[in-house]
């Protein structure tokens, strides 16, 4: 895997994050550069820190998947394709009612988990690279979803007519792209 691939696996990975992003900017609020500012660092760190977590655990369990390398990270990112298209037709109707402001902590942190819980199974996936560099996949995978992240909210600021579902499926588009890469190279 190349600085492109994990370039473009950040860009999937934080089409949940820009998805939330826009509808958080959609909502009216006096402080736009301190909430974008929040919700980016929050959703780039969650990213970053399940995507490491994720290439831990895989370490740990390399030796039993031995000879299905190539097989499981197809398997990771088909599946979480597949997820991202059925959110993706799941909001349709470009609804950002279930999601509220970020006012607290609490939502803050969930809403982080929530988006990120895909980079755990792709740290997985990085962990079957022999000498991969994960840490540095990890943080640029966390910088490209604060930047996304960024701009969803500043997207959601100007342009409440977008379709946060369009994001989904973006997404979805590039891990399956990057699924059958990994198989067949």
Not at 16 to 38: R, T, W, Y
Not at 63 to 91: D, N, R
Not at 96 to 119: K, P, Q, Y
Request: proline share 2%; charged share 15%; aromatic share 16%.
């Amino acid at each position: 895997m190349n600085f492109i691939a994990v370039f473009l696996i950040g860009i999937s990975l934080s089409m949940d994050a820009f998805a939330v992003s826009i509808c958080q900017g959609l909502i009216p609020s006096k402080h736009n550069k301190k909430d974008m500012e929040k919700i980016a660092f929050t959703f780039g760190f969650f990213q970053f820190s399940m995507t490491f977590l994720g290439g831990i655990a895989g370490k740990i369990v390399l030796p039993f998947v031995k000879g299905y390398e190539y097989i499981i990270p197809c398997i990771i990112f088909c599946g979480i394709a597949v997820f991202m298209l059925k959110e993706g037709w799941e909001h349709r109707k470009n609804s950002c009612e279930l999601v509220s402001h970020m006012d607290n902590f609490r939502t803050l942190f969930l809403l982080g988990i929530a988006t990120s819980m895909d980079a755990l199974f792709i740290g997985i996936s990085f962990a079957l690279e022999i000498n991969y560099p994960l840490f540095q996949a990890s943080i640029l995978i966390g910088c490209i979803t604060f930047v996304i992240s960024a701009i969803g909210y500043y997207f959601g600021k100007s342009f409440s007519h977008i379709s946060k579902n369009k994001a989904y499926y973006l997404g979805a588009v590039l891990l399956f792209s990057l699924g059958i890469h990994s198989l067949i190279r």
